[in-house]
């Protein structure tokens, strides 16, 4: 397998054979995620093996309300504070449960790496669809916003250091 990541092309990549097995994140990929990427809302990023598509996920830029951090994430008197916003995240169901979903985040933990190192970010904001994708979120570190259901936030320095104890298991 040639596997990489690449921001979404649907000159080179094949979205209609995509199937997560929930509809919604479908037909986002097949439908929505090249025209917000036309129109600056989102970047899309493919983990693909030559021009089909293992998994997917959209980042954009984002704000909470510092009331909804919890206590030791609040700063001063902002209001809103800047993150990055995991839109969404999926693995096509041929590939799943093989640890595609984790490659995924920490690639999008790279990128917010990235980001942060050109812009504010404070850190990464995921809204989970239900109890059992808060649960693997919860599982990287993030912690649920207040005054939210499923909302999570993961700061920088949590980010830093999965990143880091991941690259150091690679040796």
């Known amino acids: ?30 439908k929505y995620a090249n025209q917000d990427q036309k129109r600056s809302l989102t970047k899309v990023y493919v983990l693909t093996d030559n021009e089909t598509i293992i998994g997917y996920y959209s980042i954009s830029a984002h704000s909470v309300l510092c009331e909804h951090l919890p206590e030791n994430q609040r700063i001063g008197a ?23 979903g984790d490659v995924l985040i920490h690639h999008a933990f790279e990128t917010t790496l990235h980001a942060a190192e050109m812009l504010g970010v404070m850190g990464m904001v995921v809204e989970a669809k239900n109890e059992k994708i808060t649960a693997f979120y919860e599982g990287f570190g993030f ?21 880091t104890i991941n690259v150091g298991n690679m040796d």
């Open 1 to 30: 397998m040639a596997m990489k990541f690449e921001i979404l092309n649907p000159k080179l990549h094949n979205r209609s054979n995509f199937d997560c097995g929930v509809e919604a994140l479908n037909c986002y990929l097949q």
């Open 78 to 100: 902002y209001e809103n504070l800047p993150f990055l916003l995991l839109g969404r995240l999926a693995v096509d169901k041929k590939y799943q449960g093989r640890g595609y």
């Open 143 to 163: 912690k649920r916003l207040t005054g939210t259901k499923n909302r999570l936030v993961l700061p920088l320095k949590v980010i830093k250091n999965v990143v």
